[in-house]
């Protein structure tokens, strides 16, 4: 079943505001809040709340959205029993509401936090470890884990989650889609690519949930979609470079550039071209609705629309009045 959400970007707002857009968004009748994890935004001019204190916030203020962190990474500056325990807790709050977004990090949050930057294989080796302890302690096991990064011993949840959290892993390019199929409950990954990546991706997440026993039909395939609904695009997209630009180095997903200062830096080559070219930037209904319905016959079923302003709560509720309503009726069944 199609759905359709918001982007909570911690990067960019404060956090009573963003508070706020998302009791808006609910309201609205956005679907899901996909909310940042960073410990460092993109940009100095940006914001860095903490994710959990947040949601913890924000949950019981909200009805039916559900809430899912897009991505958590919880390797380096988190331990995994941690986020199993900040998750459990969340669906407290959020019964049937609560995901759990899951990646390998960036050099912004993680090495600025601890140090600590190692290989990408050895953050997705990690990353396989942490899943394995989240998923005992949220069946309710007394774990004793002994991993080559991680051990526990007769680690419990006395507070136990009280539904389901789908854990979804993140998958930017092919080669890490295989492994979010095997150990995820769904994929979470973001738009503006060329349409040969994303049949990589999806055709790889679907190889590696059969070849881990599951149905690939059954896993929410959530994308991330940079868009402005607006007449003056110029000045939405000078909003989007002041706080994302960094978001479109593909080093800063990689290399050990691990300030704000950095990010902005090398997001200076970034420029408004760019960003159109990879979003959609327009006052067109029409324009928005061939823009999402692109990623929807790719195979992605949870579109997630991320604007930078400046008119936040003006975005949410227009696109939620415009827009949204004219993908769901494309793609009734």
Known sequence: MLQLGWK?????????????????????????????????????????????????????????????????????????????????????????????????????????????????????????????????????????????????????????????????ISALVPHSAEFAGRYGDGLWSVGGKKPDLYKGIIQNFEAGARAAGKDPSRMVRIIELNV???????????????????TYIPALFDEKIYTPAMSQENGEVVGADTVKSTGCFSPNIEDHVKFAQQYIDLGFDCLIFHNAGPDQKGFIEAYARDVLPRIRANNAR
């Open 228 to 246: 402005a609904y607006t007449n003056d695009v110029d000045a939405a997209i000078q909003e989007h470079l002041k706080y994302w630009a960094g």
């Open 8 to 168: 909570a970007g911690t990067e960019q707002y404060p956090p009573v505001e963003l508070m706020e857009y998302a009791v808006a968004a609910d309201k609205a009748g956005y679907e899901w809040v996909d909310v940042s994890d960073h410990f460092n935004p993109w940009s100095e001019e940006g914001q860095s709340a903490f994710t959990w204190t947040w949601l913890g916030a924000v949950a019981p203020q909200t009805k039916q959205i559900k809430l899912s962190t897009g991505v958590t990474c919880p390797i380096l500056r988190y331990h995994p029993a941690v986020i199993a325990q900040a998750a459990a807790t969340l669906s407290h709050f959020a019964p049937n509401r609560a995901g759990l977004g899951l990646g390998t990090g960036e050099a912004l949050n993680e090495f600025a936090a601890t140090g600590e930057w190692p290989s990408y294989a050895e953050r997705r080796d990690r990353l396989a470890e942490a899943i394995e302890i989240i998923r005992g302690l949220w069946n309710g096991e007394e774990v004793n884990y002994e991993g080559k990064y991680y051990q526990t011993r007769k680690a419990k949840l006395f507070t136990p989650p009280t539904s389901p959290i789908p854990i979804i």
